[in-house]
């Protein structure tokens, strides 16, 4: 069952006006063009959330569609205990979670020590000749690699790399600690470097 409260730290913050916060207690009074703000606003993220997830089109829109069901179930309950995205997010997750467990067991991700730290995927392959072309081939080879991390490292990747969330954030998304969140983004970055390092040594074969 999705749950639709966080907790975090400090709940003392107060909505700004016409942040997302303000927004959805705006819906939860009755104004649909609040809602509709929204869901313009989060569509395209959220949608791609799942797409990249799943690889498939159907099922994330499937996904997505019940997400939105949710926000709207769940808003007479709704109050401002995080950030919006960060509660939005969390009932993708929940939904997600609960799709994968029907399917198959969580892969099991090995945490890295403490010492290792992130390492920039833009270092990798800065002297070629051609840079458009190079381009082009990494940014193919970058969506081959986070295909193949696994889920838990992918989502943790996804909501870093692409919706800009901090570690703490996806750690309440994903309702786990911060370190293994930490962790988790770190094993994906080295992954990710070491996968295409491997494919740009074969493409020069």
Same mark, same amino acid.
């Given at each position: 069952? @999705?749950?639709?409260?966080?907790?975090?730290?400090?709940?003392?913050?107060?909505? /700004?006006?016409?942040?997302?916060?303000?927004?959805?207690?705006?819906?939860?009074?009755?104004?649909?063009?609040?809602?509709?703000?929204?869901?313009?606003?989060?569509?395209?993220?959220?949608?791609?959330?799942? @797409?990249? /997830?799943?690889?498939?089109?159907?099922?994330?829109?499937?996904?997505?569609?019940?997400?939105?069901?949710?926000?709207? +179930?769940?808003?007479?309950?709704?109050? @401002?205990?995080?950030?919006?995205?960060?509660?939005?997010?969390?009932?993708?997750?929940?939904?997600?979670?609960?799709? @994968?467990?029907?399917?198959?067991?969580?892969?099991?991700?090995?945490?890295?020590?403490?010492?290792?730290?992130?390492?920039?995927?833009?270092?990798?392959?800065?002297?070629?000749?051609?840079?458009?072309?190079?381009?082009?081939?990494q940014a193919d080879m970058m969506k081959s690699c986070?295909?193949?991390?696994?889920?838990?490292?992918?989502?943790?990747?996804?909501?870093?790399?692409?919706?800009?969330?901090?570690?703490?954030?996806?750690?309440?998304?994903?309702?786990?600690?911060?370190?293994?969140?930490?962790s988790r983004i770190r094993y994906a970055y080295q992954?990710?470097?070491?996968?295409?390092?491997?494919?740009?040594?074969?493409? +020069?074969l």
């Amino acid at each position: 069952m @999705v749950q639709t409260s966080i907790h975090p730290k400090d709940e003392s913050s107060i909505p /700004q006006v016409g942040s997302d916060e303000q927004l959805m207690l705006d819906y939860q009074a009755g104004d649909v063009r609040a809602f509709e703000a929204l869901y313009l606003k989060h569509k395209g993220p959220l949608y791609r959330y799942f @797409v990249r /997830q799943l690889h498939d089109q159907q099922l994330a829109e499937d996904l997505y569609q019940d997400t939105w069901g949710k926000v709207i +179930s769940a808003a007479v309950q709704y109050q @401002v205990t995080a950030k919006f995205t960060t509660w939005l997010y969390k009932i993708a997750h929940n939904l997600l979670i609960d799709h @994968v467990r029907a399917v198959k067991p969580l892969d099991k991700v090995t945490a890295l020590d403490e010492d290792q730290t992130m390492d920039s995927l833009e270092a990798d392959g800065q002297a070629s000749p051609e840079p458009l072309v190079q381009q082009l081939q990494q940014a193919d080879m970058m969506k081959s690699c986070i295909a193949k991390l696994p889920p838990v490292q992918k989502e943790a990747f996804l909501l870093n790399i692409e919706m800009g969330m901090t570690a703490a954030m996806i750690s309440e998304i994903a309702n786990v600690t911060l370190e293994a969140t930490k962790s988790r983004i770190r094993y994906a970055y080295q992954s990710i470097k070491q996968c295409i390092a491997n494919q740009w040594q074969e493409t +020069s074969l």
